[in-house]
């Protein structure tokens, strides 16, 4: 679960690249080169309908693994500072540089002209927020799972998930879950207003989130489960790259981080078979870990928190201020970001003070 949770981490970097110079009419980014096709968009039409919900399930689990170990309140202060310290305070210290570049474009058109410097600086923190809204989303899960615990307190619900898929037909259970995935999806804004904050709830999807985080709590937290997926990693992989195929050859070219896209059947078919192979894939074949490996699942999270200064600032000077050709630009800012988000990530660290608003560390770990 480790190795899978950094793995994706990983995707997540390589997959803001791309998004930052799409024209597929996402939300976010600066714009792609021409309004002809970028075929390299391709990449945020395999990644997005699966990574961030494999995150939350992952987060799941590891919450239960941490309550079985930790007092609740000790763990939930620790979700507090690791989660919403980074989330809040760090945009204030951080993070407004990335509201800085994402508002440049604005900027240069004279949008802000005659606004006080600290009004700017406050937007420009607000508009840092980038992709931290997973941990806002997370901050708030993990409150919320504190009251569900008190719902389940003697562990039978959770004990019931694991005797469930512990049985012979427990993978068809497993897969059945794929309609909850379908169900969160339809609690999105299909038709959100300009003038709201529609776009924003689409953007944070909270009902959805909630659902394989839950999951990841209840069901895919026992050894049962895993074990299946394990298993059946094959089969599992075999149909999700066959549902993949079929969605990005029949999809191509829309926006795919609409409601309606999002909440197709055969986007959601996908992204849950991605989910269930990726689990299984990794149970089977990457239960392991080396030094390489242990670095990362301690640092994976410190460079989700930074990556973005660098796509944002870098992609922003070149498309802006140089003449590069695409596949330059691109590969600049790929080998950037696995660069120079560790080297940020290792300075941050290092500081103190720092590392508690930015990281949400107390104190500087020995990696």
Known sequence: MDNLRWVTVLLVLFYHVIYFFNNKGVFGGIGGFGEGPQYQDVVMYILYPWFMPLLFLLAGVSARYALERHPAGEWFKSRTRKLLVPATIGLLVFHWMVGYFNTAVAAKAGTFDGMPGVAKYFMWAVSGTGPLWFIQDLWLFSLLLLLVRKLDGNGRFYEWCGKIAGEKAGMVWILLLGLLFWLGEQTLVMHPRPESADGLYNLYKPLFYF?????????????????????????????????GAVLVSTTFGQDNTSPQYLSSPLNCLYGWMMCLALMGWFKARFDRT????????????????????????????????TTLPPVVIYLILAVAV??????????????????????????????
């Open 338 to 367: 696995f660069t120079l988000s560790p080297l940020l990530y290792e300075i941050l660290r290092r500081i103190p003070f720092v590392r508690w608003c930015v990281l949400g560390e107390k104190k500087r770990k020995n990696l």
């Open 211 to 243: 659902i394989p985080f839950l999951m990841g709590y209840f069901i895919f937290a026992s050894d049962e489960a895993q074990e299946k997926l394990g298993r059946a990693w094959i089969p599992l992989m075999c149909a999700a790259v066959a549902s």
């Open 290 to 321: 080396g030094q390489f490996a242990g670095y990362m699942t301690r640092s994976s999270f410190g460079l989700y928190i930074v990556h973005y200064l660098v796509i944002a600032s870098l992609g922003y000077m070149m498309k802006i201020y």
